[in-house]
């Protein structure tokens, strides 16, 4: 009898013993196939974002790109509106300077600053008025979608189209374009090889307009100012309505004269110097990250540089002397050198050649 339970506890024990030890093996093993799994899932999801050209700069890019979305989506819903508010502030300082200031040049200012005046003043305007609407309606030149023989230096990964020297890809218009240099939410249009020039014409005659009005308003501007800081006197000045909004009107214009004198100036001054180097917006940001790119010992040239002068003429299409009255100071609808596409040789220059790259 006591042996037969001896056998029996000690087959008690074996059996406890490989049960405790089978729940060792489940336990290893469960553990062992989660961190499979889990290296498993951390390969997946490197081998979907895995590039072997990512950096910084294109995880900032990418983590921004809702940003970037949304942007593009307002900018061009937002494009007929900023037209209309142009066109609006644009016409309530003219009205104001019909209005106000014409009367008072007429009643007191000489024969000859009368004819400089209204002379100068509609002249300015003309210019004004003529290139910002040739810059919004002018496309800005856009590539062919047939298959040419156009030269090409990459493929647009958005197009899925050859893109030729100089252009890029415009995700608000959604197409690629020539020379492109940037959308412009005030003209709802991009500014590219075919409307670049009016572009720069009408920043330049709005900062000289809204300098124009800025200066000549001046001392009444200061007259009004302090006229309207006697509004809260006790007992108040004996201003008719008419006058007090005849202050309200020249202290609107000069403040708004002076502030997009002030802005527009610095973009014009911006693309006067790029310009003169022969980029565009894009092409400075791209050149600047190129000249860091080369190693020591290397000169970055930039091959669309002319010259100087040479650059002007290029961009305003200069190629006699009377063409800086003509297509500079008055209005020309004439257009740009070359077709955008190609890109050989400066027709001013005459040692340096230019390569499709």
Known sequence: MQGRTRLFACAMR??????????RRGRSKLLKRAGELWSYGKLCAKS???????NSDVIIDSLFEPIYWLV????????????????????????????CLLPLILDTYSPAWIIWHVCYGHWNLLMIVFHYYKAARTSPGYPPQMKTDTPSVSICKKCIAPKPPRTHH?????????????????LNNCVGHFNHRYFFSFCLFMTMGC???????????????????????????????????????????WVLCSSVALALGGLTLWHAILISRGETSIERHINHKEKHRLQKGKVFQNIFHYGRMNNWK???????????LTRVLLPSAHPPYGDGLTWTHSPTATRRTLLAV
């Open 72 to 99: 593009d989506h307002v900018t061009r819903w937002f494009g007929v509106a900023f037209v209309c508010l142009v066109i609006v502030l644009t016409s309530s300082i003219v009205l104001i300077v019909y209005i």
């Open 314 to 324: 290029v961009f305003f299409g200069v190629e006699t002397k009377s063409h800086w």
């Open 211 to 253: 300098l124009y009005c800025s200066i000549s308003s001046r001392d009444m501007f200061i007259d009004a100012y302090n006229a309207v800081e006697t509004y809260y006197q006790t007992p108040p000045p004996p201003f008719t309505f008419k006058e007090r909004v005849f202050h309200k009107c020249i202290i609107y214009l």
């Open 48 to 54: 979907l974002f895995y590039n072997s050209l990512t």
């Open 170 to 186: 415009c995700s608000i218009c959604n197409r690629c374009i020539l020379k492109m240099d940037h959308h412009c939410p005030w």
């Open 14 to 23: 074996l059996f406890l013993r490989c049960f405790r030890l089978g729940r």
